[in-house]
């Protein structure tokens, strides 16, 4: 089902055209540094590719998705804290290349989604259970 | 020609869906009815799949004169990949959802024997009304026979990444699926025009939800292994939209048929079933046409065709407020169902129910949201796995929780639960979990899923224990191998988050990599041609202990249209797979390579797999017993 949007993207024409530059180092390179690894892999996870449809830049093979792994690994190695060069990104780019909203008054709702839902439906069940029961 | 005859046939079986959707409403005397609606339905049927049949024989002779065929398809392409093309774009898919639609509709008019001649008229009414806006959808928006002047030379090819089995088996698989609860919501109709709302609609209902409850199982398991394998980065789930759209029928589907069995035997949750099978087709229908318009990359992307986003939004409001209309119409009448405790098998269905549908209404306020901020506000905002991860995580484990006790309870009370038998799982769930710290660090979601999944794969067999399995009925049976499957896939997702270990690498030939356990020596590459694209192959040589694999991952070139793929190679071994990919050369002369060992993983899909098994056997035990039932009762008569 991932690949149903590439349907749409097989009318737009080669937009996986790449340039002739080669890639940044840390495009395709993990840093020497598990730990520092392991902070960048779950940060990559969590900013999307922006020339892609839905992927995050941890698993997409667009140029910039490279640039951008390139980017988030050299900060990450310079001691950057994974919500630094998130905060980052997001004043370059926008909130749209975090997956993981800012909590703020245009997300709440968002967020207070699920706990509705539960607190709702939970209350209609109980209420249905004792009518039952009385 | 066969365009010509193609585009004939489909709008006489639209004409025939208007005529079966005037006499459902007009009425009459209900054994002419009867006998004139089922030919129409019958024969809609018939003509909407042989229109799709000329769609598929226009693109397997790429009759470049039809424009669907110039745009998405090439001389070139092998036969196989010719005729899954058809379904490979937007018109060819929603002829694929409309004939879908129109043989379920004959099939339901052909077999249904249980219901009463005016419920029978009600829901094939239904179905009518729904085949009509599709069919008046593909006709006047989104005509798959259109003609193209001048006739091009060549036709534009299919995007590389669809040229694979894939594509010919998963839109398909879940488009029967989708479709399929069509027949769910149209009986729920029917029932509510007819107010009668019992066990027996919940008989009738009770095949189709498990039958495309199953396609749709298998639909999703088969496309997430596809994505898996085809997109070379080793996910296997990303929340996208397009994944999401399938998901959300999927997890209605889900709580329609434990509620369908409230109602079938019990009584109980009669407006609830009803509004589940509005919800679950709702679902479909949302799912299918909102992700196909475009709507959900970007409003923007709505205004670039109109015409078929408005149409799109027309009929999903009149269908999907019609029902909800007349469900709040209608359901005063229906009667309240059989009375329970909260601690019986009610109870715990109840429970599954209310988890399931906050699942679903996270999952569909989440996909939804940004096209609101963005509307609202103009901001764009993702929401991704962060969000989708944290809210459905734990409640997928306390729904895998409930599954501990749930089967094992009685109906409508139990009072002494037999809390014997959860002790057995409970210990196994906390060894597992105390045991996990000897792993090392990890999530703590993936701690608890293994720990859930290992307690869950005991107590999923508790409701056999102490029966006469002989006698024990199929369905049964379904129950416990899809509750299996649950406790199966669980762990194979917290096992891939949890051990999962990767090595992004340049090498040149002759050099060695560690991943995991594994050795990795990379021999070198050689150039390969296929069909229509050329390759470079990776030669690859796995050791661990005294197991040697070899894997050849390929870095494809297609040339219609110029595309790069990865075809990723992957050995699967008992205890996981070992994932490889080649990528490009680097300036120097070495070669990307990507590997990664994932243990357990294949759990994941064998839980999927599982999962379907378990319905499949429910829906033949439902059937057989059905058959049986009506036969008894038929000799009885005699």
């Keep these: 089902m991932k690949l149903l949007p590439l349907l749409l993207l097989a009318l737009a024409g080669p937009a996986l055209a790449d340039s002739a530059q080669p890639p940044a180092p840390y495009a395709y390179r993990q840093l020497e540094d598990a730990r520092q690894e392991a902070r960048a892999r779950a940060l990559m996870e969590e900013l999307r590719c922006l020339v892609c449809q839905g992927q995050s830049i941890a698993d997409s093979d667009a140029e910039l998705a490279g640039d951008m792994r390139h980017l988030v690994r050299t900060r990450i190695k310079a001691g950057e804290s994974p919500s630094q060069v998130r905060d980052w990104l997001v004043q370059r780019y926008g909130s749209w290349v975090s997956y993981a909203p800012v909590l703020g008054p245009e997300t709440l709702l968002l967020y207070a989604a699920p706990l509705l839902l539960l607190l709702g439906g939970g209350l209609l069940a109980a209420r249905r259970l004792q009518r039952r029961r009385g | 020609m066969i365009a010509e005859i193609g585009l ?193 609609l919940a008989r009738a209902m009770r095949p189709w939800v498990l039958g495309a409850w199953v396609l749709l199982t298998i639909g999703i398991t088969a496309g997430s292994y596809w994505a898996y394998y085809e997109l070379g980065w080793g996910g296997w789930w990303f929340w996208d939209p397009v ?199 990890m999530s703590p979601l993936a701690r608890l899923g293994l720990a859930v999944a290992a307690g869950l794969t005991v107590a999923s067999i508790m409701p056999l224990v102490g029966r006469n399995l002989r006698r ?34 340049a090498a040149r030939p002759g050099e060695t990599l560690t991943v995991g356990p594994w050795t990795v020596r990379f021999n070198g590459v050689d150039p390969v041609a296929g069909p229509n694209w050329t390759a470079v192959e990776g030669h690859l040589t796995a050791t661990r202990g005294g197991t040697a694999l070899r894997l050849d991952p390929q870095s494809r070139t297609f040339s219609d249209p110029p595309t790069e793929t990865n075809e990723a190679a992957i050995d699967t071994v008992w205890d996981g797979q070992l994932y490889t990919v080649l990528g490009r050369q680097e300036p120097g002369g070495r070669w990307q390579l990507r590997l990664w060992w994932k243990p357990m993983v294949t759990l994941l899909w064998l839980g999927g797999a599982l999962i379907a098994l378990g319905g499949l056997l429910a829906l033949i035990g439902r059937v057989l017993r059905d058959r049986r039932q009506r036969m008894r009762a038929r000799e009885a008569f005699a």
């Design chain 2, 8 to 200: 004939a046939a489909l709008s006489l079986a639209a004409a025939l869906a208007l005529l079966q959707f005037a006499v459902s409403l007009a009425g009459g005397r209900l054994g002419e009815v009867r006998a004139l609606v089922v030919p129409v339905a019958v024969a809609q049927g018939a003509l909407t799949l042989f229109a799709f049949a000329m769609l598929i024989w226009l693109f397997l002779r790429t009759d470049l004169s039809v424009r669907l065929v110039a745009a998405n398809s090439h001389s070139l392409k092998p036969w196989f990949y010719k005729v899954a093309g058809t379904w490979g774009n937007h018109e060819g898919s929603m002829l694929l959802w409309v004939t879908v639609l129109a043989v379920a509709g004959a099939a339901l008019a052909l077999f249904e024997r249980r219901l009463p001649d005016k419920a029978l008229q009600a829901t094939l009414g239904a179905q009518a009304a729904l085949a009509l806006g599709f069919f008046a959808f593909l006709l006047l928006a989104s005509n798959p026979f259109a003609r193209l002047y001048p006739v091009p030379p060549e036709g534009q090819g299919l995007n590389p990444l669809l040229q694979d089995p894939g594509l010919a088996f998963h839109p398909p698989t879940l488009y029967l699926g989708y479709v399929g609860l069509s027949v769910a919501f149209s009986l729920a109709v029917g029932a509510l025009v007819t107010r009668d709302v019992g066990p027996a």
């Design chain 2, 243 to 441: 994944e999401n759209a399938s998901l959300m029928p999927w997890l209605a589907a889900t709580a329609l048929l434990h509620s369908i069995n409230v109602l079938a035997a019990r009584g109980g949750l009669r407006a609830w079933t009803i509004m589940l099978a509005v919800v679950a087709f709702s679902m479909s229908m949302v799912g299918t046409f909102l992700v196909r318009s475009g709507i959900l990359t970007s409003v923007h992307s709505f205004a670039v065709d109109p015409e078929r986003g408005t149409f799109i939004l027309a009929l999903l409001t009149i269908y999907i407020g019609g029902a909800l209309a007349l469900f709040a119409w209608r359901v005063g009448s229906v009667r309240e169902g059989a009375r329970f405790d909260l601690v019986s098998r009610e109870g715990a269905l109840v429970a599954n129910n209310l988890i399931l549908s906050v699942i679903l209404g996270t999952v569909f306020v989440g996909t939804l949201y940004p096209l609101f901020v963005e509307a609202a506000t103009g901001d764009k905002i993702s929401v991704g796995p962060p969000y989708f991860n944290a809210v459905t995580g734990p409640l997928t484990l306390a729904l895998a929780l409930l599954l501990f006790l749930g089967p094992l309870l009685n109906w409508r009370r139990d009072d002494r639960p037999n809390l014997r038998r959860i002790a057995l799982p409970l210990l196994v769930s906390m060894l597992v979990f105390a045991g996990s710290f000897l792993f090392g660090a």
């Design chain 2, 472 to 505: 024990t009925p199929l369905a049964s049976w379904g129950m416990v191998i899809s509750h299996l499957g649950v406790a199966v896939a669980i762990a194979g997702a917290a096992s891939d988050t949890a051990f999962t270990r990767e090595t992004l690498a």
